[in-house]
């Protein structure tokens, strides 16, 4: 008895909770799909044999492989310029935009492919138009195809991208471009001598989170691509549903796990992106002989350039923030007009959703409220999305607080299994989940999935809350421990009402985590439970209802609630003096 009480003071104690839920409901699971697909007793390899035998199954491979680099590509091209612009923005204009970056990120992925359904389809907004200024007589194929899944995906993790290199481009200290141009340097060459290198860590993290998560999307490609557009995560999906071979299903898992898993061991490994072939190396060498003997004779020229404008005045043009400006702009066009277009059409008085509506109208909101399988889906989701809330943020807050005092080698190991179910694709998860709650007896009930919306979840108040605790000072606890207050009491009376903010936003980011929740949801639900989300996406695969429209403008408003309630928090926790301890002998 002693010795699990001392386990549970320990900081390996305070992650037990955290890591008995993703062993049962995840971690035991995914681990017989693995021995399954290698046929375990026997231990072969014959259903990855198989797989590759089959070349349907190898071009849906390389097919997925191909649109998760171009989609990753696209992004890094798009956001990397427009990082580099937020961060260079005023403090105001900088707060803006990445608060609106945030909000296009958190705004559920289901509502903005249903967006870009109803911008691109036949009676879409672009097809509309241009049949009204008569540059078309019949609509143009703009939807189910590969174009309209590269730009759903990419409205997608775009500002995944975004908020990636921001984070990163932040602690770039900006005076070195300035020493740059101080020292002769073009504005171009002060970027690529001195900006460039010490941004690199986000342009591979960032690339490496949108690639791996491209690699598993599913609804996206399903509702915005043709047949031709299948990646491997609906194949994974088809065999769930159809035959439910847990050898098959595995080996498809896993070659999808084995190419994200590849993928990660190469972007965390600096030495990696060294060229090692002794040819390359030659070749570098001479190409920098060459360049510095150029220099060499540009150099008096260069020092008079330099010298004659040292002592004018700015005269600097202003086409570069011109140009800079409309970019951003651009760009945030882009990540918000889906959703304001539909906010806009769910407002039509017509039969059909048509944008600029002809007339203002609730009829689609009065839709959803009167209809009980849709307020009874909504309602559903609300039950489920407070459970994971409740059990997410109680756990995922203990094992911040245990990871916060763990030795720093041990923290990242076990903060790398904590992420694991929000850092591989999203359907080797579901499928794992699914196999756990079979076990389990839980398929088709709503602790089911509460339990496999929660092991995602618990990543992300681990996340937030260990962001919060970073920041809190450790001398607040050890004053109340000379105090003679007790663990428990130091706890409760110090420490958590200086991290509320962290876990109240880590509550409501977990809420919105399940509240848009589809993929897992479709596996483990069975025929007895819809949730709104899911059956968004069954009317969306079978008939276009407008009343979605009025849904998923509800549903955009998630977000901004979030944001409001961790604003809220942090203000009025926000320190007005000097912080005094709390009085702990009440």
């Not at 490609?221 to 999906?237: S, Y």
């Not at 709104?532 to 998923?552: C, F, G, Q, S």
Request: contains cysteine; charged residues 10%; hydrophobic residues 55%.
């Amino acid at each position: 008895m002693e010795t699990l009480r001392n386990l549970g003071r320990s900081p390996i104690g305070l992650n037990l909770p955290a890591f008995g839920i993703l062993l049962v409901v995840f971690g035991i699971p995914i681990v017989r799909l693995f021995l399954a697909s290698l046929n375990a007793p026997a231990f072969s390899l014959i259903n990855y044999q198989a797989f590759f035998g089959e070349p349907s199954n190898v071009r849906v491979l390389f097919q997925t492989i191909e649109m998760s680099v171009t989609a990753t590509a696209i992004c890094l091209i798009i956001g990397y310029p427009t990082a580099f612009l937020i961060v260079a923005a005023s403090a105001q204009v900088r707060t803006a935009l990445i608060v609106l970056t945030m909000i296009t990120y958190l705004t559920s992925a289901l509502v903005r492919t249903y967006a870009w359904v109803v911008i691109l389809g036949d009676r879409g907004l672009i097809n509309n138009l241009m049949l009204d200024l008569g540059l078309i007589s019949i609509p143009l194929p703009l939807v189910y195809n590969r174009m309209a899944v590269y730009i759903g995906m990419v409205h997608i993790m775009l500002p995944l991208m975004i908020l990636s290199l921001v984070s990163v481009m932040l602690g770039v200290d900006k005076s070195l471009m300035a020493a740059a141009r101080s020292m002769g340097a073009r504005p171009l060459a002060a970027f690529w001598r001195a900006f460039l290198p010490l941004s690199l860590p986000g342009v591979r993290s960032g690339s490496l989170l949108v690639f791996i998560i491209c690699l598993g999307f599913y609804i996206t490609p399903a509702a915005l691509g043709g047949l031709r557009d299948a990646m491997l995560a609906t194949f994974i999906a088809a065999q769930v549903e159809s035959s439910f071979d847990m050898a098959q299903i595995g080996a498809s898992a896993f070659i999808l796990l084995g190419i994200a898993g590849a993928l990660s061991i190469l972007g965390l490994d600096p030495s990696s992106a060294q060229p090692s072939p002794k040819s390359w190396c030659r070749r570098l060498r001479s190409i920098g002989a060459l360049k510095r003997i150029v220099h060499e004779f540009s150099a008096p020229r260069r020092a008079k350039r330099w010298t004659a404008q040292l002592y004018q005045a700015g005269g600097e043009s202003r086409l570069p923030k011109i140009v800079g400006t409309m970019f951003v702009t651009l760009v945030m066009f882009y990540l918000l007009l889906p959703g304001v277009i539909v906010i806009v059409m769910s407002f039509s008085a017509g039969r059909f959703l048509e944008f600029p509506p002809s007339g203002f109208s609730l009829q689609w909101y009065h839709s959803f409220f009167s209809d009980p399988s849709w307020y009874g889906a909504a309602w559903i989701s609300m039950q489920i999305g407070v459970g994971v809330a409740i059990l997410s943020t109680t756990v995922g807050t203990l094992a911040a607080f245990g990871l916060s005092r763990a030795v720093p080698r041990l923290r990242g190991f076990l903060t790398m299994v904590i992420l694991t179910p929000i850092t591989i694709p999203s359907i080797v998860v579901a499928v794992g989940t699914y196999l756990g709650l079979i076990k389990l007896g839980l398929i088709g009930s709503k602790p089911g999935i509460v339990l496999a919306h929660s092991i995602g979840s618990i990543g992300y108040v681990v996340v937030i809350v260990s962001a919060t605790l970073s920041n809190l000072d450790p001398r607040l606890e050890q004053a109340a421990k000379s105090m003679r207050a007790g663990p428990l009491q130091t706890f409760t009376r110090v420490t958590l009402p200086l991290i509320r903010p962290g876990v109240i936003g880590g509550a409501v980011l977990a809420f919105i985590h399940s509240f848009d929740e589809v993929i897992i949801t479709s596996l483990v639900s069975g025929f007895a439970i819809r949730t709104l989300p899911l059956k968004m996406w069954e009317n969306m695969r079978h008939e276009i209802d407008p009343t979605i429209a009025a849904v998923a403008s509800l549903l955009t408003l998630l977000p901004v609630l979030w944001l409001i309630a961790l604003y809220v928090t942090w203000w009025r926790s926000r320190p007005e003096g000097p912080r005094a301890l709390p009085n702990l002998a009440k």
